[in-house]
């Protein structure tokens, strides 16, 4: 059962780390500028930055709090601007973007709990916690 938290680690943060070349891509940056970002060829890369970062500390479980800190930063405004579906008019696109913040507010709660819990066993983090010879 141990296997299950590494695991658990990996397929939260995977939707992170797939995603980020996204984030470097014309088409991202001018949907993220359409939907009212402020500054978005710069916003949107360096929110890929972070999101890498958080996703690769996480599954690694390396510094795990502090990259699951990285997701919330990233999670809060993307979650907000990106997904507002109160704001979508037309019905079926409105029913698409409360799935897509219903899916990051899940996220959300996931990555808070890694700011409390830390990775668990089988991580970076455990090993380092761990004295040496054990």
Known sequence: MVYLVPV??????AIFLTTV???FSPAYIGYAAQ???PAAAFLVPLSGVIATLGGLSVTLGYKAKF????????LVPVTLTMHNF???PDPMMRGMQMAMFMKNVSMLGAALLITHFGAGPLSLDARRASPPGV
Do not use: D, K, P, T
């Not at 658990?8 to 943060?13: I, K």
């Not at 990259?67 to 990233?74: D, R, S």
């Open 67 to 74: 990259g699951a800190w990285l997701l919330v930063l990233f």
């Open 35 to 37: 939907q009212g970002v």
């Open 86 to 88: 109160w704001a979508v």
């Open 21 to 23: 070349l996204g984030h």
């Open 8 to 13: 658990g680690r990996f397929l939260f943060s």
